[in-house]
Every structure is written in C-alpha cells, then in structure tokens.
C-alpha cells in the first residue's frame, strides 16, 4: 500500500533562507508525486506534480522538488523564503493501486520569521 | 474561468441529523472528488464520480455517500452524524477521462463542517 510521510510537522524559517521541507513516499508501482499548499480558510492549491518526465520539478512561486527513486523522496525546496510563503504544505502520493486517489502526508506547517 | 465552488461554506449540525454539501466543478470538468479533512486523520479520500457514476472509493462507511448530476455537478450526503464527522470537506475537479490525480485537480475552498 502506498504511504506518504513528511517529516516534521512544523517548520520554521528566516525571510530569505532556504526552505526545505521532506517528503518520502512508498509505492509498488511508479507513482504521481504532488505538493499541495493550503493557507488559512482555503482549499488546496497545487504546487508541482511529478509524473514521471524529468526529475527537477519546477512549480509556481518559486518552488521546486527533485524526484528521487534511490531514496523514495520528493522533498521540496525554495531558494529564498518569502513571509507570504507561510502556510500548510502537503505531499501527496497517487498511483494505480489507490485508483490514482491522492493519499496525503500529514502536512507541514511553514513559518516565517522576519 | 470560475473555479470549484462549494455550498454551504460553513454548516452546523447535531448528532444523528443527515447532511447534503454541493460542488460545483470548474466548467468543463467532468470528475468530481470529495476528501476529508481533520487533524486528526488529516485529508483522507472519500469518493470520485465521472459522468454521473462512482469511479473510486475511500474506506468510509455508507453513512457517507455521494452522486453526480448530468451538468457534472456533485453532492456529497452524510447520514447518522456523528462528532467525529467534524472536518473541512474538500471537492475537487478535473477534466476526467483519465482519473483520479493522473489529471491536475483543482480544489474548492471546502464546506467546514461542525457536529455537536
């Protein structure tokens, strides 16, 4: 069964430092990687997907995530954090045995500092 | 292009009463999948529908159900309420012929549901 597991739930950063935030994945078979973000009061708001192309993902406002098979990660990074960047940041995980429903991690809360 | 619509916004019910959310995809958008939120089990799969028929399934109870109408709009039913049922209902939409997140979904701000 697939599995997603992001490691730790809260994250704190300075405005213009790096942002790093891990995911790893299990799945038998190839699988669709996603970061989601969520700010207060809102739906879910797509970052990147992963779906098998290249490796390095870029997405919207600056982020991006390298796909690693070796290590069954998709961590996410930003080179320069912004205060608006703060939020719940999701990985998600899809593929053939869950019906390509998107199984979620537990989330990671992104804080930061001036 | 208006994006996924969700009604009500925010709704207050007591134990053992039913409960019907609508979801309005995104124009075009023919898939339609519902998930739940709570801090405790965070978001979890509830079902997908495609042209008005259940494509995909999460392991809920059939106090949780849902359908599909002709014009792609969806809604989602909980019977027998209970206090756990208290979470933010999210629906998403997707163009559908391939399923599921093979295709990029596009979330509703979500129906924050509350049991007492």
Same mark, same amino acid.
């Given at each position: 069964a697939q599995s997603v597991t992001q490691l730790g739930s809260?994250?704190? @950063?300075?405005? %213009?430092?790096?942002?790093?935030?891990?995911?790893?994945?299990?799945?038998?078979?190839?699988?669709?990687?996603?970061?989601?973000?969520?700010?207060?009061?809102? %739906?879910?708001?797509?970052?990147? *997907?992963?779906?098998?192309?290249?490796?390095? @993902? *870029?997405g919207i406002n600056g982020f991006e995530a390298e796909f690693k098979k070796s290590e069954t990660s998709f961590h996410l990074t930003k080179p320069s954090a912004h205060m608006s960047d703060a939020a719940e940041y999701f990985c998600a995980v899809?593929?053939? %045995?869950?019906g390509y429903a998107l199984n979620f991690g537990k989330g990671t809360s992104l804080l930061v500092t001036p | 292009k208006a994006g996924v619509t969700q009604t009500?916004?925010?709704?207050?019910?007591?134990?053992?009463?039913?409960?019907?959310?609508?979801?309005?995809?995104?124009? /075009?958008?023919?898939?339609?999948?519902?998930?739940?939120q709570t801090p405790g089990q965070g978001l979890q799969f509830l079902f997908e529908?495609?042209?008005?028929?259940?494509?995909?399934?999460?392991?809920?109870?059939?106090?949780f159900s849902g359908r599909q109408?002709?014009?792609?709009?969806?809604?989602?039913?909980?019977?027998?309420?209970?206090? /756990?049922?208290?979470?933010?209902?999210?629906?998403?939409?997707?163009? /559908?012929?391939?399923?599921?997140?093979?295709?990029?979904?596009y979330f509703g701000p979500g129906t924050r549901l509350l049991v007492l």
């Open positions: 809260h994250v704190s @950063v300075s405005e %213009g430092a790096l942002v790093l935030l891990r995911c790893n994945y299990s799945s038998s078979v190839p699988p669709y990687l996603f970061w989601y973000v969520q700010y207060p009061n809102q %739906g879910l708001q797509l970052l990147l *997907k992963y779906t098998s192309a290249a490796t390095l @993902v *870029k899809s593929d053939l %045995g869950s | 009500p916004r925010y709704l207050i019910k007591t134990r053992g009463q039913q409960v019907t959310l609508s979801c309005s995809p995104i124009s /075009g958008h023919r898939s339609v999948s519902w998930y739940q529908y495609f042209s008005e028929t259940q494509r995909n399934k999460g392991n809920f109870p059939g106090r109408f002709s014009n792609s709009r969806s809604e989602m039913n909980v019977s027998t309420l209970e206090l /756990g049922d208290s979470a933010l209902y999210l629906c998403a939409s997707s163009l /559908g012929p391939a399923g599921g997140a093979r295709e990029t979904q």
